[in-house]
């Protein structure tokens, strides 16, 4: 039961999200380009570096991205672009409620810059996505290039 109640939020939530806005998209007026509107995703690293006791999260994350070319091809005839961004570890609202030594112990993971992702960074990345026309059906990691070990 708590597998599946982490992929409907993370996985069927996402798809949800992607059918109501897209759809709200599809009756905008189309730019000059024909684009009517850009989807950005989130999954996580987890999607390929699932760590132990992280099957449900991993799996949901990897749906995401397995998800994001096969919409991009489906919502293209009316002119939606889509994307997902898959971030590392992050100094998040979240991440400042850990001990310092925890933050210090994920920084030192990171091969480089030996730090969190700053909040943005991973917005210039969303901005790239959105801003950039021909960006479209990408799964895009920032992590600073951490591959998550086993646990």
Not at 63 to 89: F, H, K, Q, Y
Not at 106 to 132: D, N, W
Request: aromatic share 6%; charged share 20%; proline share 6%.
């Amino acid at each position: 039961d708590a597998f599946k109640k982490v992929v409907a939020i993370n996985l069927v939530g996402t798809f949800d999200c992607i059918r109501i806005v897209g759809t709200a998209m599809s009756t905008n007026e189309p730019l000059a380009n024909g684009e009517r509107g850009s989807i950005c995703n989130m999954a996580s690293v987890a999607a390929f570096d699932g760590q132990i006791g992280q099957a449900s999260y991993s799996a949901s994350k990897g749906g995401v991205v397995g998800m994001t070319l096969p919409i991009a091809r489906d919502l293209s005839r009316e002119g939606i672009r889509i994307n997902t961004i898959l971030p590392g570890i992050f100094n998040t609202p979240l991440m400042n409620g850990a001990p310092q030594a925890v933050k210090d112990g994920l920084a030192a993971s990171v091969p480089f810059p030996k730090r969190l992702g700053h909040p943005h960074e991973f917005a210039q990345v969303a901005m790239t996505m959105i801003e950039c026309g021909y960006f479209n059906g990408e799964d895009v990691r920032i992590d600073g290039a951490i591959r998550m070990a086993p646990r």
